[in-house]
């Protein structure tokens, strides 16, 4: 990487400036932005108090993220001590943790893209401006939470397979290594299982395909190590809440069954409104497609506009479905955000379709494009089932940041399609960065807090 780099003056500016931009967002953010206003922000807040002053975990009672994984709050709660040596207090300082962990969420996004693309250089700084903008990423990166942790991790993960050729013979130690970094973000949040589910379906997919009996030892090895990491937590868990796999409070409620599930009714609606003249929340999903296309590019669950809003005289704010307010700048903002958004959906959509119909036509998969293509499908599968599981709103269950880590996948699949389609490279460079440089521009009022 820092060759590269060294040898290519222009593409350092260039990343560098992407690097600039992602970071004035972020302190500007950091200085005008209430974390208790995010999603769950004051529940979040809680949970790293009751660890910091009473070093316990919180429960029920104080807290209804009690059950979530531990380890990101202890992270924390260091953090927030190192600043207090350093005589430095207050929410900005526990939010720069996560500024901190984004900038190497960034780090792994050019890395992974850089790698799995055998090393082409303008896939790997599109894939790291992309994530630098785009809003579900500015938002986790805004306030204290642990989705954006387990996310890095799970690239961190993705990455290292690659880079220990973890699907040849005779890595059965390194093998280890990665499965203790898959036990650790298993305890900063249970969605990490996700990738143990992934890579358990890939190795079983090798060895059918190969006979390679070493698949399975590989599996053996990194159920054992995952499992027995989390033997304290599970013990905890289920003592506590009397079942270690509920990833939600509103588990309680009646499970629905699949196929007769009241989440059919939006898995495949798509809601026009949000193009056409009510980009927010509604009373009730409507569509699975257009809330997470709104909630990724924009601020779709209004939780992130500028502090003081409700305060502004009455006709200088709009009333939600959320029950806060925005202001009609920022409603013609999420109007032409979600207008563009299709459209880079439509880009996508394309080199997906490219992607599979060339691994249909040769009748064959790279493993590294058969272990993403299987994370991706994972991914998705799990948010689709967990909506017609519980298809309740309150249940928070609809939001993109929880399949956050899909994104680089995709974007790496459709670019590099896209890529193969141009023989003329400038043709490339527009199409994947013009219409996320008209992103920014339009988006700016979103990504911003205090710009309105």
């Not at 527009?430 to 205090?450: D, E, M, R």
Request: proline share 2%.
């Amino acid at each position: 990487m820092f060759e590269l780099i060294r040898k290519n003056k222009l593409y350092f500016l260039a990343l560098l400036l992407i690097l600039a931009i992602a970071f004035f967002i972020r302190l500007q953010n950091i200085k005008s932005y209430n974390t208790y206003w995010a999603d769950d922000g004051g529940g979040h807040i809680t949970y790293t108090e009751t660890i910091l002053y009473e070093n316990r975990l919180a429960t029920l009672d104080e807290t209804y993220l009690a059950w979530h994984e531990p380890l990101y709050y202890y992270i924390l709660t260091g953090w927030i001590k190192f600043g207090q040596l350093l005589g430095i207090e207050g929410l900005n300082w526990w939010e720069t943790f996560n500024v901190l962990i984004y900038f190497g969420f960034l780090g792994l996004i050019w890395q992974f893209s850089y790698y799995y693309s055998k090393k082409n250089k303008w896939l790997a700084l599109l894939n790291t401006f992309i994530f630098s903008i785009l809003f579900v990423g500015v938002k986790l990166s805004a306030y204290i939470n642990n989705e954006l942790l387990l996310h890095t991790l799970i690239i961190l993960l993705l990455l290292l397979f690659y880079k220990f050729k973890l699907a040849t013979k005779g890595k059965e130690l390194k093998v280890v290594y990665w499965a203790l970094i898959l036990a650790l973000a298993s305890l900063v949040k249970i969605s990490a299982l996700i990738i143990l589910l992934a890579v358990i379906v890939f190795y079983l997919l090798k060895y059918i395909f190969s006979q390679q009996k070493y698949f399975l030892k590989y599996i053996f090895i990194i159920f054992f190590v995952v499992f027995f990491v989390n033997i304290p937590w599970i013990a905890y868990k289920q003592q506590n809440y009397n079942t270690y796999f509920s990833i939600n409070i509103y588990d309680d409620k009646p499970k629905q069954s699949i196929i007769k599930s009241d989440g059919w009714k939006y898995i495949f609606n798509i809601n026009t409104h949000i193009f056409t003249d009510y980009p927010y929340w509604f009373s009730k999903p409507d569509s699975y497609f257009s809330i997470l296309l709104s909630d990724s590019f924009g601020d779709y669950y209004n939780l992130f506009n500028y502090p003081g809003i409700e305060n502004n005289p009455e006709d200088q704010k709009i009333l939600v479905g959320n029950g806060r307010y925005t202001t009609a700048k920022l409603w013609q903002a999420m109007l032409n955000t979600n207008r563009l958004a299709l459209g880079i959906f439509f880009i996508w959509f394309v080199g997906w379709l490219a992607f599979l119909w060339k691994a249909i036509k040769k009748r064959k998969i790279e493993d590294n494009d058969l272990l993403l293509l299987v994370v991706l499908v994972g991914g998705w599968s799990a948010s689709l089932y967990h909506n017609l599981r519980l298809p309740y709103l309150e249940a928070g269950v609809l939001k993109a940041h929880f399949i956050y880590f899909t994104y680089p996948i995709l974007n790496f699949f459709a670019y590099r399609e896209w890529w193969n389609i141009f023989k003329n490279k400038i043709w490339w460079i527009i199409l994947a960065f013009g219409p996320w440089i008209l992103y920014l521009l339009i988006a700016k009022n979103i990504l911003l807090t205090n710009i309105y």
